[in-house]
């Protein structure tokens, strides 16, 4: 089992930056792709950007592309979101999640945190 605890998220002025922090415990998350998804009132989930477990490859939803940056410390079991330029549509609960296949599929994704509000003020 793996267990995810997200952080780093709070209110912004567009055009600012904020760090998401995603916590693994319980086993290592070395040889999982990690990803964070978002998901804005009354809308689906939606990929935001992945990484791969086995060469750090990155992924990229388009909307975010160029803005937001993903990284992970494996020693530290820990994954990163760096979210620069947000912007107001950026609004969103953001989730990280660990998986071992698809890196834009949600359900192809086994493990979750219980997300962290973002909150970007035009």
């Known amino acids: 089992q793996v267990q995810l605890v997200e952080s780093g998220g709070g209110s912004v002025q567009a055009g600012g930056s904020l760090r998401l922090s995603c916590a693994a415990s319980?086993?290592?998350?070395?040889?999982?792709?990690m990803g964070w998804f978002r998901q804005a009132p009354g809308k689906g989930r939606e990929f935001v950007a992945a990484i791969s477990w086995r060469n750090r490859n990155t992924y990229y939803a388009d909307s975010v592309q160029g803005r937001f940056t993903i990284s992970r410390d494996n020693p530290k079991n820990t994954l990163y979101l760096e979210m620069n330029s947000l912007k107001f549509e950026d609004t969103a609960v953001y989730y990280c999640a660990a998986g071992t296949s698809s890196y834009y599929n949600a359900s192809a994704y086994a493990y979750w945190g219980q997300g962290t509000q973002v909150t970007v003020s035009s």
């Open positions: 319980g086993r290592t998350v070395s040889s999982y792709n």
